[in-house]
């Protein structure tokens, strides 16, 4: 499958006339990390995210088809490192309001996020051993779906009867995120 992720890509780029000089595919857990050496990352990149959001949407797609697919892999384009920027702040962001949860016991809602960053949140917190006492949940709908964290040991709450609005709201640095 690299060689096809590598291929449709590279048309596509070129088809853009975005230029590259490599494009590289690593496996990651689940994850296919698709590295583009651009000469022009911010064309690549374009305004937060838009560019590399779109090809990395179509590519999924195209390669869904040519493979014969069910479902698109999970695979993430990178330039520059910008993605990778991008995941150590949602974490760093995380680990702070781990921090609030443990010193004060009360859960903490994350601004609105995509699924993509709700499973970067989700994945770090389940996987980092000096954060195993806490959870993670996914509540709302659509675009204004958020990560909880919260103690294991607190009781798991019942969305319907209890309003779960954030403990910190507005600046936590989530707004921004591009993908």
């Known amino acids: 499958m690299d060689k096809v992720i590598i291929d449709t890509l590279g048309k596509l780029l070129t088809f853009l006339q975005i230029p590259f000089e490599s494009i590289t595919v690593k496996k990651d857990g689940?994850?296919?990390?698709?590295?583009?050496?651009?000469?022009?990352?911010?064309?690549?990149?374009?305004?937060?995210?838009?560019?590399?959001n779109s090809i990395q949407h179509l590519l999924k797609s195209v390669v869904r088809s040519l493979e014969k697919m069910e479902r698109a892999p999970f695979l993430v384009v990178d330039t520059d490192g910008y993605r990778l920027m991008q995941e150590d702040k949602v974490k760093k962001i995380a680990e702070a309001k781990a921090d609030f949860v443990r010193r004060t016991g009360?859960?903490?809602?994350?601004?609105?996020?995509?699924?993509?960053f709700r499973r970067i949140v989700h994945m770090h917190i389940a996987s980092t051993p000096a954060l195993s006492d806490l959870a993670t949940e996914s509540i709302g709908e659509g675009d204004y779906r958020q990560v909880m964290i919260r103690l294991k040991e607190e009781k798991q709450t019942d969305a319907v009867s209890e309003e779960l609005s954030p403990v910190m709201s507005g600046d936590d640095g989530l707004e921004n995120l591009d993908v």
């Open 30 to 52: 689940d994850v296919l990390r698709v590295n583009v050496d651009c000469p022009e990352p911010s064309r690549l990149i374009g305004w937060h995210g838009e560019t590399l």
């Open 106 to 116: 009360t859960r903490v809602t994350l601004s609105p996020m995509s699924p993509y």
